[in-house]
């Protein structure tokens, strides 16, 4: 059973582009959640998608946003990055929360 | 809004020891709690899962606990390994809402010695 995939692994970006960052979930799973990562603020909650619909939503501005396509794969765009949007961004997907969640490897953001 | 704190946050044992790690929330209205590791620069992989009306779950040589009165989880680890260096995160999904939004501790960063 394939596990998370995120794509790309590393990225390294100029301040004021933008960036997609892509995820494909477990077969089966429709929720697939992003997480942004850095050491000062730890593991922080972007955003979750359900069935094409966004869910919940973290306290992160606007230049955050995401989809999800009807084959439940989703995609994360930052606009005008800034340097501190460096970090690892981490999707995870779930079944139901009954059963957890599973994460990807992660896609390193670097902003310079 | 739940905070969680993991104590302590970085912890070096010998090979062969038994370890406790503390994990304290401030809101007990919880759905569940997954506990993950985290090898340096890569993603978190699942170690357990305990549901709100759980006390307990065991895998292997690991064990974790869960007392929402006391608004504590901790994680035990049997006889630890050189392998088991790396960073425990414990996460809460919250009884409200009704989606998928974890909140992850500070994290424990362990270091096994030979």
């Known amino acids: 059973k394939a596990g998370v995939t995120q794509t790309p692994r590393y990225l390294i970006k100029t301040r004021g582009q933008q960036v997609t960052l892509s995820c494909s979930p477990i077969s089966g799973h429709r929720s697939v959640s992003w997480y942004q990562q850095t050491p000062g603020q730890g593991l922080q909650f972007l955003f979750e998608?359900?069935?094409?619909?966004?869910?919940n939503k973290g306290n992160f501005p606007g230049r955050f946003s995401g989809r999800q396509f009807s084959n439940s794969r989703s995609e994360m765009n930052v606009s005008t990055l800034e340097l501190g949007d460096s970090a690892l961004y981490l999707c995870?997907?779930?079944?139901?929360?009954?059963?957890?969640?599973?994460f990807g490897s992660g896609t390193r953001l670097t902003v310079v | 809004k739940q905070e969680v704190t993991q104590i302590p946050a970085a912890l070096s044992v010998p090979e062969g020891e038994n370890l406790v790690l503390n994990c304290s929330f401030t809101?007990?209205?919880?759905?569940?709690l997954q506990w993950f590791r985290q090898d340096p620069g890569k993603g978190l992989t699942s170690l357990l899962l305990?549901?709100?009306?759980?006390r307990e779950q065991t895998s292997g040589r690991l064990n974790a606990s869960l007392d929402k009165s006391s608004g504590r989880s901790t994680l035990y680890i049997a006889a630890s390994q050189p392998g088991d260096s790396a960073t425990y995160l414990c996460?809460?999904?919250?009884?409200?809402?009704?989606?998928?939004?974890?909140?992850f501790g500070t994290g424990t960063q362990l270091k096994v010695e030979l």
């Open positions: 809101d007990s209205a919880i759905y569940n």
């Open positions: 995870a997907s779930s079944q139901d929360r009954n059963y957890g969640y599973t």
């Open positions: 996460a809460f999904s919250p009884w409200a809402g009704g989606g998928n939004k974890l909140t």
């Open positions: 998608y359900f069935s094409e619909t966004q869910r």
């Open positions: 305990i549901q709100s009306s759980q």
